[in-house]
């Protein structure tokens, strides 16, 4: 896994890395004889001075159709986009929105404070807003074995 600078606050983070297939093997565990075909979520995940952000697209999903689990340093957002209407193949000219059922994990960079973590969703864009705990430097005292 790389490592780069922070620029904001120099402390070493990880780059975030997508873990779909572990996540893909939970979510068939946890639903088993699913059969359906699961699409991979797009997320955008940067960070200000206090907090991780994860935006996605998220259009024509309802809040309750919307899992978030989190999980030591993971994060884990799963759900279904239900089509309204039964459409035949044949009546299609274009079929390129994904419909069924998604997910997508990320490993965090940096700590956070899971019990602050808020998900809200505006014109179909969901934003998980993730505060970043705060390290106390800790003074070690050296003694003096002589």
């Not at 896994?1 to 068939?28: C, G, L, Q, R």
């Not at 907090?51 to 159709?65: F, L, N, Q, R, Y």
């Not at 039964?86 to 960079?109: A, H, K, M, N, V």
Request: proline share 3%.
């Amino acid at each position: 896994m790389s490592k780069k600078k922070n620029k904001k606050n120099k402390e070493e983070v990880k780059e975030i890395e997508p873990i779909e297939e572990e996540a893909a093997d939970e979510y068939e565990d946890a639903y088993e004889g699913d059969l359906e075909e699961e699409g991979q979520l797009s997320v955008d995940v940067y960070q200000d001075d206090s907090h991780i952000i994860v935006k996605s697209t998220i259009a024509g999903v309802e809040p309750d159709d919307i899992d978030i689990t989190f999980d030591n340093d993971m994060i884990t957002i799963r759900g279904k986009r239900k089509k309204d209407l039964t459409i035949e193949e044949e009546d299609y000219f274009y079929q390129e929105c994904y419909w069924g059922s998604f997910s997508r994990s990320i490993i965090l960079p940096v700590e956070v404070q899971e019990e602050k973590i808020k998900a809200t969703i505006k014109n179909g864009v969901l934003t998980i807003s993730l505060p970043k705990a705060k390290r106390k430097d800790v003074s070690i005292e050296v003694e003096d074995e002589n």
